[in-house]
């Protein structure tokens, strides 16, 4: 193994890439426009939450119920009929429907525990629970406050304050667009390896690599430094301008952290990115491949939903994966401002994960040279 | 060539002023011309002067610039004459096989064209029965035409090309790559058609001027300009040259012809270079079960110019990489200088330059560049490499386009370019794949003058393989293969005096026939072969309409082949569908459980320890250890470990007790706000429970318990399961990813690998050509949507509660949709890579983000919520998740359906306007 062909062989990728226009847009798509637009339209903890509401009560209390929802939370309330309900709900149209019964002030007044019924639209996951939470206790408070009004009650005794840490907004945006980071990383490493692979073999230029004194390890590891400087510099440009600057995102930890916890996931995707290329026999099987292999990575890495939901099974398969470890990494990094002493066991994580892709790949790799 | 053009007859292609660029290149320069109508006409000239663009305009396959292109008397700008002439145009492209289906079968190939000219099933099947016996492919019929030989692929082509009776066939060098026998027959073969059709007129690009020697009229081309017309005789006489190959160099301008040298080959002086350089002994290389080559052994020593012939993938090159160690021998040894190749060792490389058949250099890297990375990766010296890359530039001619790309230079300086960056490092051996193919006389003169420098002067061995007869000619000796197996090998001459034969060609066909012969020949086209009824006939043309369903259908029989062909593209696309529903269905749930907790109790009373105990008895929550200061809380919380903390204030269990208001600190991990949200539900619940609670043993049941009830009913899903909500909400993603790739790599690989050219000439329209190709990505699409949901049903248990027919009717309308989208991407994307890419960002973000898979549609804002309002995905979803879980049907969903119905014919109306029926 010569080091300077290693470092040579990688220039003239990074040359080649840089004649690339279509890859070059690609990049820098993934980077910026994709990373904001999608932050921006991902909404900001429950957003705009459609909700409606049957009044079959009519009173002064049913309508303070009706106006205490308002955006950004929730939409503002649709007032409907007991037959509307049904119909907007199977249209997909509400998620939530609020039915207060009639008399439902008066009973509340006599003491007679009359019963609001939520309805809400359970294949709508998301909203589902944190929107259930916030109706009950909206519900609750101005009940709360009326019939202490009218009763004069005592305050409940025990309160409890939310000391909400690292966002305290709960602004979804913040870590949504960390995570495209993470997602335009994997996507662009193994498509940069793997595809120009693939292309390299389809035009014979990688036949004509073979002739000269060069190992596939040295071709191998040219393209991994390569294409995973030049995500890794695209990624850190983006962090710097779009995500803190353009979206204003305050980053409380070391970015250089979290750049050197990239490079080690880069290791890892530019190896799996030249696997893939080595089993695929053309780019459509590649492109495929390429789904398959992206899909779980970005649902089931913890960056989509929190690891904690998902089945034990899963979550210990995915610990095989890089982006598994990496986005752990990026959440302790970024947001709550761990050193090195906190992600260690990430970190040797990647290095475990990126090498044993690396040994894998680089087998595949000589076979697929013959 | 029996026909001799009437002078009177009206030329079958006039050209006017015609110009054209690629870019900053030009290709053509004004020209006019007119050929003669009736019979064979030549375009000879080296690679890259204008021929093939000038027959692409021709044919109709490219767009016309500047100038007028008349061909078979209308105008070929004007798109209805285009409509009107294609069927009268046959075209051949570049290339072996190019506008060829590697995995369908000879016949299926043919079969494909002759659906596309529209015709019946007894015309087809007599017409390919017929043309099939006569190129001798019957026998092959069921071959697949990417395991054909060159000679073959280009007999099929012609098949192809003549299936339609055409009254202007165009061949764009037909037979380069091909070996001399099958390149005989091949002419053979056109003379025969030709006396069958005598009005048809033929026009050929060569670049071997033995063949144009008998063509009836040529147009000498250089630089894109016409240098000469007239009768091979007249061209011969004009310049008072014997062959043509001198004729054509006497015709260049004078600048480019005073560059020229005939090649003087010094004798070799066998007696002081007697060392051996190549040993090769019964080498032999197998691929599975295909023999490439079949022990072959041959010694070649020290300075010798040793040259391989023989056709396209006889084995040439496969033993030349066994020779240089690129490839291990299944059998047999190879020795350099008496040393056995070992693949693995580097320092064999260091020895042999290799340049190999295509150019193969860096496109993306200027011609400094190539030499310089080179000469690093061949470990020049640092401090000579830089005089080397002068010196090479110097003899090579290169210094003056050192910071050019290599693909703005003219193919000869390509080669020299090759030359240069395979003798960068001194290497003893070189071997040469074909470096000449295409090169113009000129300067493959020079080429060889070099060659013959090296070998002569400083004893570089060199071993060379080549088409060209004149070129064998040079060598000290020759081995001609086929079929994997040397036939023969040694000098030149004492080959031609073996045979007896008058030429070195007639020699090698003769040995050819023999090789042949032996293994059980195809069938020789006999003149008497069936004779062409329907030349005389000729079939009236097809009504022109501008959709034809069988053109459509000719265009989906072959692409369902082509998948059937590639089982791995339709498993993938169906197992990996399945096995993403799993991973989605199973890896996404909303409901949290074991979260980690710990408890900061400045109290610790009997009131605080009770309260901690109401959050680590849920299921929620797993109760670590407990914290002991501020500190330590915020140590824990960055390191992730906490999800929640609860703060229980000191003096807790008195106030409380005294009934004065007592705060209670959640501290919730935000950093991951989903995740944070639902700690946010369930902290507030056990909260309320452990008041209500502690409420009721103050104040006894009545007076605490609440005023009033919410009750909450889960619709749809009252279990509030995961799987229940997510299934229905993969199933539209899944059927808009993969579909939509596989819709548009399927017209990409087309423009990438060539084939594209056949939508170009023939009679196809635009919409044809998508909707043909799109209906069996449909119809997979289709089976992936039924195994779907049957996995949903069966295997995930998801109810399916409403009406299944308004669900599979959205299906079928929705992955019309989705393949329509792929469809939409290719036709303004040219490589595979970036429809890859493309086809990613266009389906995964708007589908997993925009389309209500996890935030309603309602609730985006901005460009998102644009998206999700028109994007296929989010209206099938709702229908999706409406017919599985809510119990509907068409009635109610019908609002969905609308963008679903017009969601297709825009997708697809977009993508046939913004798709190319001709090449720019």
């Known amino acids: ?47 705009r939450a459609a909700i409606a509401i049957v009044d079959e009560d009519r009173s002064p209390l049913s309508s303070r119920i009706v106006t205490a929802f308002y955006p950004p939370y929730f939409t503002p309330p649709r007032v409907i009929t007991a037959t509307e309900m049904d119909r907007r709900m199977d249209a997909g149209l509400d998620t939530f429907a609020l039915d207060i019964p009639p008399n439902f002030q008066r009973d509340l007044l006599a003491g007679r525990k009359p019963v609001i019924q939520l309805n809400i639209d359970a294949t709508r996951m998301t909203q589902a629970f944190s929107g259930n939470v916030y109706i009950q206790n909206i519900v609750g408070a101005e009940i709360m406050e009326f019939s202490q009004r009218a009763r004069g009650a005592a305050a409940s005794p025990v309160e409890l304050v939310q000391r909400l840490r690292f966002n305290p907004e709960l602004n979804k945006g913040w870590f949504g667009a960390v995570m495209n980071v993470v997602l335009s990383i994997t996507m662009l490493s193994i498509v940069l390896t793997g595809a120009a692979l693939i292309r390299e073999r389809e035009h014979g ?136 002493d906190v992600v260690w066991p990430q970190l040797l994580a990647l290095i475990g994960i990126g090498a044993a892709l690396f040994t894998v790949s680089l087998r595949r790799f000589r076979r697929f040279l013959r | 060539m029996n026909t001799v053009p009437a002078a009177t007859a009206a030329p079958v292609v ?146 192809c090309a003549l299936i339609h009776d055409p009254d202007l066939l165009i061949l764009d060098e037909p037979t380069t790559g091909v070996d001399p026998l099958s390149r005989r027959q091949f002419w053979e073969l056109i003379d025969t058609i030709r006396a069958g059709r005598p009005g048809m007129s033929v026009v050929v690009a060569t670049a071997y001027m033995e063949e144009a020697a008998r063509f009836d009229w040529l147009v000498a081309m250089d630089a894109g300009c016409v240098l000469a017309t007239g009768a091979p005789a007249d061209l011969l006489a004009q310049t008072g040259a014997a062959t043509l190959d ?39 290389m197998r691929f599975d079960d295909f023999v490439a080559v079949d022990r072959v052994s041959f010694r070649i020593q020290r300075g010798e110019i040793f040259g391989f012939l023989g056709s396209n993938g006889c084995g040439k090159s496969t033993t030349m990489k066994m020779l240089t160690g690129l490839l291990a021998a299944s059998e047999g040894r190879a020795r350099l200088f008496g040393a056995e190749v070992d693949p693995r060792d580097m320092r064999v490389r260091q020895r042999v330059g290799y340049m190999s058949q295509a150019f193969s250099l860096y496109s993306e890297l200027t011609v400094a560049q190539n030499l310089d990375l080179h000469a690093r990766l061949f470990q020049l010296p640092p401090e000579n490499s830089p005089a080397r890359v002068a010196e090479m530039a110097e003899r090579f001619d290169l210094a003056a386009v050192m910071d050019a790309l290599p693909d703005a230079l003219p193919l000869g300086l390509r080669q020299r370019l090759s030359l240069a960056v395979a003798l960068i490092h001194a290497p003893e051996i070189l071997i040469l794949d074909e470096p000449t193919s295409g090169v113009d006389p000129i300067a493959r003169d020079g ?62 066909i003769g040995y050819l026939e023999e090789a042949i012969g032996e293994a059980g020949a195809p069938p020789q086209p006999s003149p008497a072969a069936p004779q062409p009824a329907a030349g005389a006939v000729a079939a009236p043309h097809e009504v022109r309409r501008l959709f034809d369903p069988r053109r459509m259908l000719s265009y989906t029989r072959r692409e369902a082949l082509e998948l059937r062909r590639d089982p791995i593209r339709a498993t993938l696309a ?54 002991a200061d501020y500190a330590d809380l915020d140590r824990r919380m960055r390191r992730g470990e906490l999800a929640l903390a609860i703060e229980i204030p000191p003096g807790f269990g008195r106030d409380l007790a005294r009934g004065r208001p007592v705060q209670v600190a959640a501290w919730i991990d935000g950093a991951m706000p989903q995740r944070a949200e639902t700690v946010q539900g369930y902290v507030q619940g056990l909260h309320g429970a452990w008041l209500t609670q502690k409420m009721r043993l103050l104040l006894g049941e009545d007076a605490a318990s609440a005023s009033f009830r919410i009750e909450t009913r889960y619709r749809y899903n009252p279990n509030i399961e995961s799987l229940v909500a997510m299934v229905p909400a993969v199933i539209p993603l899944l059927l808009m990813m993969i579909p939509a790739m596989l819709a548009a790599l399927s017209v990409v690989r087309e423009k990438e690998l060539g084939s594209i050219i056949n939508l170009y000439v023939t009679p196809v329209t635009r919409f044809e050509f998508l909707l043909g190709k799109q209906l069996p990505y449909v119809a997979l699409a289709l089976v992936n949507a039924l195994l779907l949901t049957l996995f949903a049903v069966f295997v995930f248990r998801v109810p399916f509660t409403g009406d299944l027919l308004a669900f599979a009717t959205a299906a079928f309308v929705y992955v019309v949709a989705a393949t329509a989208m792929g469809l ?80 297709v014919p825009v997708l697809l109306g977009i993508a046939t306007l913004l798709l190319k029926k001709q090449a720019r």
């Open chain 1, 205 to 340: 230029t990688i036949e004509h690599l073979l002739a000269m004194p060069v190992t596939p390890f040295e071709i191998m590891t040219s393209k991994v430094w390569s294409m995973g400087l030049v995500v890794l510099a695209a990624s850190a440009l983006s962090l710097i301008v779009v995500v803190q600057g353009l979206l204003g995102v305050p980053i409380e930890g070391s970015i250089p952290l979290f750049l050197l916890g990239a490079a080690l996931l880069l290791f890892a995707t530019t190896s799996l990115g030249i696997f893939l290329a080595s089993i695929a026999g053309s780019m459509p099987q590649f492109g495929l491949l390429l789904m398959m292999v992206l899909l779980p990575l970005q649902m089931l890495s913890g960056g989509m939903t929190p690891r904690e939901s998902m089945p034990e099974i899963v979550q210990t398969i995915m610990l095989a994966a890089p982006n598994t470890h990496f986005v752990i990494l990026a959440q302790a990094v970024l947001f709550r401002g761990a050193g090195l």
């Open chain 2, 246 to 284: 001198e004729a054509f160099i006497a015709l260049l301008p004078e600048e480019k012809r005073k560059l020229h040298h005939a090649v003087v080959i010094a004798p070799r002086d066998a007696e002081t270079h007697a060392e051996i350089a190549i040993e090769a002994e019964g080498l032999t």
């Open chain 2, 824 to 903: 939409l991407i290719s036709s303004f994307m040219t490589s595979q890579i970036a429809a890859i890419f493309g086809t990613t960002i266009l389906t995964l973000l708007p589908a997993t983000q925009f389309s209500g898979m996890t935030d309603p549609v309602s609730s985006l804002q901005g460009v998102g919520a644009l998206v999700g309002r028109i994007y296929p995905t989010a209206h099938f979803m709702t229908i999706s998740r409406g017919t599985f879980s809510k119990g509907l049907g068409f009635g109610d969903l019908g609002g969905s359906f609308v963008p679903l119905l017009i969601a």
């Open chain 1, 1 to 47: 193994m010569r080091p300077a062909n290693i470092l040579h062989l990688g220039i003239k990728e990074i040359r080649g890439l840089l004649r690339d226009t279509t890859l070059l847009v690609l990049i820098v798509y993934s980077f910026t426009l994709a990373i904001y637009s999608q932050t921006k339209a991902v909404p900001e903890t429950l957003n």
């Open chain 2, 447 to 508: 080429l060889w003058q070099i060659l013959v420098d090296l070998s002569r002067r400083d004893g570089v061995t060199i071993f060379i393989s080549t088409h060209f007869m004149n070129e064998a000619q040079r060598c000290d000796r020759i081995s001609l293969m086929h079929a994997g197996r040397v036939l023969v090998s040694d000098t030149p001459a004492a080959i031609v005096a073996q045979r007896g034969s008058a030429t070195l060609e007639d020699a090698f």
């Open chain 2, 574 to 627: 169906l197992v990996g569908s399945l096995l993403l529903m799993f991973v989605i269905g199973y890896g996404i749930n909303f409901d949290v459980e074991k979260l980690s907790f710990a408890v900061l109790d400045h109290d610790r009373s009997l009131a605080s320890s009770d309260y901690a105990l109401g959050m680590a008895g849920s299921r929620y929550f797993v109760e670590t250890a407990p914290i």
């Open chain 2, 14 to 159: 006039s050209l006017a002023d015609v110009g054209l660029s690629y870019g900053k290149t030009r290709a053509l320069e004004r020209v006019t011309l007119d050929l003669p109508s009736g019979c064979m006409v030549g375009l000879i000239g080296p690679d890259g002067v204008g021929k093939s663009s000038l027959l692409s305009l021709v044919a109709g396959a490219r767009m016309i610039q500047t100038g007028s292109v008349t061909v078979l008397g209308g105008d070929m700008a004007d798109a209805a004459h285009r409509r009107a002439a294609c069927p009268r145009i046959a075209y051949m492209p570049q290339g072996l096989g190019k506008n060829l289906y590697p995995t369908l079968s000879v016949f299926e190939n043919v079969d494909f064209f002759a659906r596309l000219f529209g015709q019946g099933r007894a015309e087809r099947e007599r017409r390919i029965a017929e043309l099939l016996a006569r190129t001798g492919l019957e026998p092959f019929a069921g071959r697949p035409a990417g395991k054909l030989s060159g000679g073959m692929k280009q007999k099929l082509g012609l098949c």
